[in-house]
């Protein structure tokens, strides 16, 4: 990890001394970056995903990134259809279709 934070300042890196699950981390690495650019288009990829052709997940989030310039009021969530069901994780339920002219589904988000 090291290796890969090479470049970054020691100020800008935020290091979880124990588990405290994704919520605490991202709450209070949001909060830091408020501080510093409250118009900042931020993204969260935790560790615990892989996919072995990662092309159409650059090209989701790239999507994402679009959405949010064009819409600065919304919070995007990138999904991925699951193999099987995981309670730890929770579901997303989809709303209604954006018809996105970017290439990639956009739906809604009625519920998690």
């Known amino acids: 990890m090291r290796a890969e934070l090479a470049d970054v300042r020691p100020s800008r890196i935020v290091v979880q001394p124990a ?10 690495a949001l909060m ?13 990829f935790p560790a615990d995903h892989y996919y072995a052709d990662d092309a159409p997940f650059v090209s ?10 064009e819409h600065a009021e919304s919070l ?10 995981e309670v730890e994780y929770g579901w997303i339920e989809r709303g209604k279709d954006l018809k996105s002219r970017l290439g ?7 519920r998690f």
Do not use: K
């Open 32 to 44: 830091r970056i408020m501080r510093r650019d409250n118009e900042a288009t931020v993204g969260f």
């Open 19 to 28: 588990n405290r699950g994704t919520s605490a981390a991202t709450i209070y």
């Open 60 to 69: 989701a989030a790239e999507s994402a990134v679009q959405i949010v310039q």
């Open 104 to 110: 990639h589904s956009v739906f809604r988000v009625n």
């Open 76 to 85: 995007v969530l990138l999904g991925a259809d699951p193999q099987n069901a």
